[in-house]
Nanobody, 126 residues
């Protein structure tokens, strides 16, 4: 079983950058695909990005494509989300999640992720 802890959130201005980290504890982290999701007040939790076990395949929501970059370092048991050109609409609690199942494509469905971090706040002011 893997445990996930997010870090790197905070308050920034529009146009700034942040890098979120998702540190995992537990065995065999490289066997999990990892996704980032976010939830703004009053809204459903939505998919942001995901990365395959080896890191060679990534996918992004249209709303962040070209601005966010997901990566991972399996030697450090960590997944990163580099967020550039931040907008006020990026304000949300960001969660990382791990998917242990073998799938043909990376999942964007939060129901397929069995392990979740506690979440971290990102606030972008205009």
């Amino acid at each position: 079983q893997v445990q996930l802890v997010e870090s790197g959130g905070g308050l920034v201005q529009a146009g700034d950058s942040l890098r979120l980290s998702c540190a995992a504890s537990g065995p065999l982290f490289s066997r999990y695909a990892v996704g980032w999701f976010r939830q703004a007040p009053g809204r459903e939790r939505e998919f942001v990005s995901a990365i395959s076990r080896s890191g060679d395949i990534t996918t992004y929501a249209d709303s962040v494509k070209g601005r966010f970059t997901i990566s991972r370092d399996n030697a450090k048991n960590t997944v990163y989300l580099q967020m550039d050109s931040l907008k006020p609409e990026d304000t949300a609690v960001y969660y990382c999640a791990a998917d242990q199942r073998t799938r043909a494509v990376l999942s964007r469905n939060k129901e397929n992720y069995g392990y979740w971090g506690q979440g971290i706040q990102v606030t972008v002011s205009s």
